[in-house]
């Protein structure tokens, strides 16, 4: 079985607040955000092959000297994560790839996953043969809270994990899983989402407080 990624980057970073999507402003000289995400990945010679679902009018990626990577494959992506998700995993197919494989998923937008926490990832899942995610158990503690503000309770964190990316699973369970939630008309927001209300177990990898989504320009206010 081969392992393959999808990096889906056809987001237009609304919150953002920038004139170009975030995945391509740049993070230093020379280096854009999506190019530093897809580093680790590359450098990963487990890795076969990795889709990249752009949007339809993106103007960026032909740009980057990366975007001649042959282990980095373009296509179209949708309105929704998640639809751009599963062209991307549709792409992949096109390319060989098969329902036992397994896939990665990792956000465009997540430029400092480092190679321990891809490789804990990879091992962890490959060993139990469970869908597996990178998370990290909350340290605060934790409020529901009502829609005026006020706290309704104190939710016991033990059980509370934040999830990151990669989420990495079985290709044809994936694409199973997701195109399931979209027939329903849910939109998830990760891949774990849809596997777990497919009934999938998916466990926890250990992830890195580094391995942050860059969401608000603040993000990439002090980091190099
Ligand atoms: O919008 P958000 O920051 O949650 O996006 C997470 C990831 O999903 C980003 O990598 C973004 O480019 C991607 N995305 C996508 N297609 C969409 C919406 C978001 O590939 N239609």
């Known amino acids: 079985v081969a392992i393959w990624a999808v990096v889906p980057a056809a987001g237009a970073g609304q919150r953002f607040g920038a004139g170009?999507?975030?995945?391509?402003?740049?993070?230093?000289?020379?280096?854009?955000?999506?190019?530093?995400?897809?580093?680790p990945l590359l450098a990963d010679p487990r890795l076969h092959g990795i889709a990249v679902p752009l949007a339809p009018d993106?103007?960026?990626?032909?740009?980057?000297?990366?975007?001649?990577?042959?282990?980095?494959?373009?296509?179209?992506?949708?309105?929704e994560r998640a639809d751009s998700v599963l062209?991307?995993?549709a792409h992949l197919r096109s390319l060989g790839a098969a329902d036992e494989d397994w896939v990665?998923?990792?956000?465009?937008?997540?430029?400092?996953?480092?190679?321990?926490a891809l490789s804990r990832l990879l091992d962890a899942t490959l060993?139990?043969?469970?869908?597996?995610?990178?998370?990290?158990p909350v340290v605060d503690t934790v409020k529901r809270v009502d829609e005026a503000g006020r706290i309704v309770e104190t939710v016991p964190r033990e059980?509370?994990?934040?999830?990151?990316?990669?989420?990495?699973?079985?290709?044809?369970?994936?694409?199973?899983?997701?195109?399931?939630?979209?027939?329903?008309?849910?939109?998830p927001t990760d891949e774990a989402a849809a596997l777990e209300a497919a009934g999938e177990?998916?466990?926890?990898?250990?992830?890195e407080r580094g391995?942050?989504?860059?969401?608000?320009?603040e993000d990439l206010k002090g980091r190099d």
């Open 201 to 207: 177990t998916v466990r926890v990898v250990l992830g």
């Open 104 to 116: 990665l998923v990792h956000d465009a937008v997540r430029p400092w996953l480092t190679a321990g």
């Open 87 to 89: 062209r991307g995993l």
């Open 159 to 187: 059980q509370i994990w934040l999830a990151q990316t990669p989420q990495m699973a079985r290709l044809g369970r994936l694409e199973q899983a997701l195109s399931q939630q979209l027939a329903q008309g849910h939109w």
């Open 58 to 79: 993106d103007e960026y990626w032909d740009g980057l000297a990366l975007s001649r990577d042959r282990r980095l494959h373009a296509c179209e992506g949708g309105a």
């Open 20 to 39: 170009r999507p975030k995945q391509y402003l740049s993070l230093r000289p020379g280096l854009c955000i999506l190019e530093a995400t897809l580093q």
């Open 211 to 217: 391995n942050i989504k860059i969401t608000h320009s």
């Open 127 to 136: 060993e139990s043969g469970d869908a597996g995610i990178l998370a990290l």
